[in-house]
């Protein structure tokens, strides 16, 4: 019993006098945390991070900016209801000119009845006392300038119709300087219902007509 208990002491003895085994490397590669490939990796990372926060932020933006619009347009109010009966409104024009240059005034009375309006008729005037091509050409040019006009604020072009006429239906006496001034305008009839085409056979026969 002695002899084996000599033996265990010599061989712990034995056992903690020997040095400790070395550690062993990994056979896995290893990447630098400062190499330049991933310094730029972690910048990329950064600059997607930040990139979704700005298109959230800005997408919360958009939907504010749109609720903001339809709450506006709930409170715009409505046209007022056209008067009955066809409504002409006349716009002067200076000599020689075919400048449409309403004040605002004359477009807020105008803008809301000619939107209702399923039919506008453009008459284009002069105060010339012949018909002469220039005359005819600034006629024609009046006219198709309130039409520019009308469509620009939104009017449909297929309810505009524009006629012209150099010389002749005048509303007041082309003698004077004031009765020429009046009659260089263009008149904007607005039709409160569209006109109805009549079949030949009711004109021969008379019907509908007053």
């Known amino acids: 019993m002695r002899i084996l208990t000599l033996s ?11 040095p400790p085994p ?6 896995a590669p290893r990447r630098p945390i400062n190499t330049p490939e991933a310094v730029e990796f972690q910048s990329c990372r950064h ?39 066809n409504t ?22 105008l803008l809301p009845a000619a ?33 520019d006009l009308l469509v620009a604020a939104g009017i449909e072009p297929s309810r505009i119709r524009a006629t012209y006429q150099p010389s002749g239906d005048a509303v007041a006496d082309n003698s004077s300087p004031t009765g020429r001034d009046l009659n ?3 008149e904007i009839e607005l039709y409160r219902v569209a006109p109805v085409p009549l079949s030949t056979q009711a004109l021969v026969a008379g019907e509908n007509v007053p």
């Open 115 to 147: 939107r209702q309006a399923p039919l506008i008729l453009l008459r284009g005037r002069t105060d010339g006392t012949t018909d002469s091509v220039a005359e005819a050409r600034i006629a024609r040019d009046r006219a198709h300038a309130v039409r």
């Open 22 to 27: 070395l550690p062993t490397a990994e056979d």
């Open 184 to 186: 260089r305008r263009v």
């Open 47 to 85: 600059a997607l991070h930040n990139g979704r926060i700005e298109l959230r932020e800005s997408r919360e933006q958009v939907a504010r900016q749109a609720s903001r619009l339809v709450q506006w347009a709930q409170q715009v109010p409505a046209d007022p209801p056209a008067p009955p009966g």
């Open 88 to 109: 002409v409104i006349t716009v002067r024009f200076a000599y020689g000119s075919h400048d449409a240059d309403l004040p605002a005034a004359a477009l807020q009375a």
């Open 8 to 18: 265990l002491v010599t061989a712990l003895v034995a056992a903690c006098s020997s």
